[in-house]
């Protein structure tokens, strides 16, 4: 490779790395120092799963995208291995995964993120982690939904119990 082609190489990289943190409902920077592997090899996977695009990157490469991106404030988190998780439909995966692994893995820590166009900060990363799932909103929304129906039909029930036991 010449040396114009590898500066070429590095833009295309920058410009992939800008694109994917702008274009994600969710990027989340997280450091893997003290992982074999085997564990980011299991991680990988995870977010392959979620639907969620893992990648590693140099840090100098990372400056430069999140500055062209307008994320200047990241780059005080870019000291050491960083991991980028991008996911464009879901909000909540790349937290979500990372996170459950992280529980299980203390080695994995975030470092950053940015959520719908946001700086968001460990904490904030974290409680995005905890929150249930798409199919347990949805659970949790039925449940509530179903609650004054339920609620009606035991009243239901009981008078009409009521009712039987006078008439007997």
């Given at each position: 490779m010449s040396k114009g082609q590898v500066?070429?190489?590095?833009?295309q990289q920058v410009e992939m790395i800008a694109e994917g943190i702008q274009n994600s409902k969710t990027s989340v920077l997280v450091d893997y120092r003290g992982l074999?592997?085997?564990q980011v090899s299991e991680l990988r996977q995870q977010l392959r799963e979620?639907?969620?695009?893992f990648?590693?990157?140099?840090?100098t490469m990372t400056?430069?995208?999140?500055?062209?991106?307008?994320f200047e404030e990241?780059?005080?988190?870019?000291?050491?291995?960083?991991?980028?998780?991008?996911?464009?439909?879901d909000a909540v995966a790349?937290?979500?995964?990372?996170?459950?692994?992280?529980k299980e893995n203390e080695a994995l820590e975030f470092k950053g993120g940015v959520i719908e166009g946001q700086i968001a900060t460990v904490d904030q990363l974290k409680e995005l982690s905890e929150l249930p799932s798409h199919e347990g909103?949805?659970?949790?929304?039925?449940?509530?939904?179903?609650?004054?129906?339920?609620?009606?039909?035991?009243?239901t029930q009981a008078i009409a119990e009521q009712k039987e036991e006078e008439g007997a």
């Open positions: 500066l070429e190489h590095k833009k074999n592997v085997d979620a639907g969620v695009d990648r590693v990157y140099k840090n400056r430069r995208a999140v500055e062209q991106a307008g990241l780059n005080e988190v870019l000291e050491g291995p960083t991991a980028i998780a991008f996911c464009k439909e790349p937290a979500k995964v990372l996170g459950q692994f992280a909103l949805v659970s949790m929304l039925l449940s509530v939904l179903q609650a004054p129906v339920r609620n009606f039909a035991y009243a």
